[in-house]
């Protein structure tokens, strides 16, 4: 199982398309009604040679081109689709067709229709703003030279710009901003031939997946890439001339502990992550008493070696000691430099100048190709060290009756992972089995879960590995694997009624229901699935949603602990669950009787709904008023 996207910024780093939203397909009744991820057709596509050659040369892009674009519109013609994430991307890929065809009437079309759907306002209001703006440009008249027109865009892009709500589009303009600083050829080539040219080589195929990635980033390169500097001085200029910072309601909600001598009982939450350093949190880690630190011994017997702040599995999920992945001496030595260019990233996508952004800015500028991949797992590599951490920081929160455990997952951050197999995907089953037993042994009453897995993950898996047979062989293969890992889990958590599961619902912006995520795709009356809104309590542009989505929280620029207890700000629905974790916590510290049915039915009745009845958002501070007036009768 693969977890989601760790920092919303990694997964737009080479979004150079820029072409968000959604599209109704008004579908004839008799059409085939597409209810899963599962039910989509797949694709495929002889293929040899370098796969970069379709995103430099129209020689080598133009049949794979047709052959995308014909499949694309049958797929439109033939089947509803109802999840509006996979409508997308299929419209965004014909959108990046149409302009590198120069079919500027149809592509004006597409963005029409993707604008006229998308719920999430800031989206309705970006959607198509990139491409909108260069049809324009290049209809507007001939141009001297391409530094003329270069110069007409950025006076009509910074135009279009000034008409946007600063208090609507504000992060994402600062996200678009921070996207096209990072971009280079360089690292859009690396990236994509690191992650597929080994796959390619063995199959002489590529995937519908990979194929409409190609085909739209040869129109980011041939027509975006070259306007980055007008890109970025028009959104700086915007930035610069609305510079004022969202309103926060997280504080006003803020739920606190102890007053007025209130007794708190102690509470058991386990942080089911990519392990966690206990550090930071020495008053409120939980101990197994029945464990001696350090011996190397299983002291109480239970099968877990040293297991006093919580227990762990390696990449194969095996058992080992240790609840935070151990560094070798060059992990340590490269260490402060992973941090530097994570916040580097963080920074740009904040729009904040700061020595890390610079420096960053530098060294993407002159990186090479075969430079890219190192650089990409070296990112992601920190991300899943810390993550844990940053989540466990968040959960404890302003509680000193919590009790931290760890849970740690290992997390593969390499861009090939390894092939799946039955075998593993037995050993991720048992090990989800023998880790929920291992709450209810020890009295966990909140788990938090920010990750997460789908059946496309391990598709991808066998794709990039150049395995697991024709693509329809690997779409059965992979969902043999998932369910072994989906009803491990359901069945175990299911058995488990005490505990409240807490899952992020996914950075990807799509139905976590349709796409088949798990955990937060298990409905269970204990699973609660969390989405994320920024510090206003507006629906950010990455989260996934759905009818399975119960609330949402903050997951925007949360700052929490790293190991060794410097703090960093994260985004993503990985920062939104612990914060529902947190309240939970606090609400059984304040009355540790309270059922699961309870709790959910407080963290729920508090929260309000926004308009348009999309977001359930928490208050922590109402929740715990209304635990008053149960505790009152």
Not at 182 to 207: F, H, N, W, Y
Not at 264 to 285: I, K, T
Not at 562 to 573: D, F, H, N, V
Request: aromatic letters at 6%; glycine letters at 8%; hydrophobic letters at 45%.
């Amino acid at each position: 199982m693969k977890r989601f996207p760790w920092l919303r910024t990694l997964s737009a780093l080479l979004a150079l398309v820029c072409v968000v939203g959604t599209v109704s397909l008004r579908a004839a009744a008799e059409k085939p009604r597409i209810t899963s991820q599962d039910q989509l057709p797949r694709y495929s596509y002889p293929f040899t040679g370098k796969v970069t050659a379709v995103l430099t040369s129209d020689e080598a892009y133009a049949p794979l081109a047709e052959a995308v674009r014909a499949d694309l519109e049958k797929l439109l013609s033939t089947y509803d689709i109802a999840d509006r994430a996979t409508l997308r991307e299929v419209i965004g890929t014909l959108l990046s067709l149409d302009v590198h065809a120069g079919r500027y009437d149809a592509a004006l079309k597409r963005i029409a229709e993707l604008r006229e759907l998308e719920e999430k306002p800031a989206a309705k209001l970006m959607t198509g703003l990139l491409a909108e703006t260069y049809i324009a440009t290049r209809r507007s008249g001939e141009h001297a030279s391409e530094a003329a027109f270069r110069s007409s865009f950025q006076q009509a892009y910074a135009r279009r710009l000034a008409t946007l709500p600063w208090d609507v589009v504000a992060d994402a303009v600062r996200s678009t901003k921070g996207s096209a600083e990072i971009a280079t050829e360089a690292l859009v080539l690396g990236s994509i031939e690191s992650a597929t040219q080994p796959g390619v080589d063995k199959t002489g195929t590529v995937s519908g997946s990979v194929a409409w990635t190609l085909v739209s980033q040869r129109t980011g390169l041939a027509h975006y890439l070259p306007l980055k500097a007008e890109r970025v001085a028009a959104l700086g200029a915007y930035i610069a001339a609305n510079a004022r910072v969202k309103a926060d309601i997280w504080a006003a909600r803020e739920a606190s502990l102890g007053a007025g001598g209130t007794a708190l009982s102690p509470v058991v939450v386990a942080v089911w992550d990519s392990g966690v350093d206990m550090a930071p949190f020495a008053q409120q880690r939980w101990v197994n008493a029945a464990e001696v630190a350090g011996n190397g011994a299983d002291d109480d017997r239970n099968g877990f070696v040293d297991d006093v702040h919580g227990i762990a599995f390696d990449l194969d999920s095996k058992r080992v000691p240790d609840i935070l992945m151990p560094l070798d001496a060059a992990q340590r030595e490269a260490y402060p430099s992973m941090r530097d260019k994570t916040k580097g990233i963080l920074d740009l996508q904040a729009s904040i100048d700061s020595p890390e952004s610079k420096a960053l800015k530098q060294q993407l500028a002159g990186l090479k190709r075969e430079q890219t991949q190192p650089f990409l797992e070296s990112l992601n590599f920190f991300g899943n060290f810390t993550h844990g951490t940053h989540v466990a920081g968040i959960a404890a929160a302003g509680n000193p009756a919590i009790r931290l455990m760890a849970a740690r997952i290992t997390f593969d951050h390499r861009t090939i992972p390894d092939l799946p197999t039955r075998e593993r995907a037995e050993r991720e089953a048992q090990a989800a089995r023998d880790t929920i037993a291992y709450f209810r042994q020890h009295g966990v009453r909140v788990v938090n879960m920010s990750w997460g897995g789908s059946p496309r993950d391990i598709e991808g898996a066998f794709e990039a590995n150049g395995a697991g047979g024709t693509p329809e062989q690997r779409r059965q293969t992979a969902r043999e694997y998932f369910q072994i890992f989906r009803k491990a889990m359901t069945e175990a958590m299911a058995s488990a009624p005490e505990i409240l599961f807490v899952a992020a619902a996914g950075n990807s912006d799509n139905d976590a229901a349709f796409a088949e995520f798990v955990p937060s795709g298990i409905d269970l009356p204990n699973v609660l699935t969390v989405g994320a809104v920024d510090q206003a309590g507006e629906e950010t542009s990455f989260t996934s949603f759905g009818p399975n989505v119960d609330v949402f929280a903050n997951g925007f620029e949360v700052e929490s602990y790293l190991p060794g207890g410097e703090r960093m700000k994260y985004s993503g629905t990985s920062m939104a669950a612990p914060n529902v974790a947190n309240l939970a916590a606090k609400l059984l510290a304040l009355q540790p009787s309270l059922t699961t049915d309870q709790l959910v039915s407080l963290i729920k009745l508090g929260a309000g709904t926004l308009p348009g009845g999309r977001v359930r958002l928490i208050h922590p501070q109402r929740s715990v008023e209304l635990l008053a007036v149960l505790q009152r009768g």
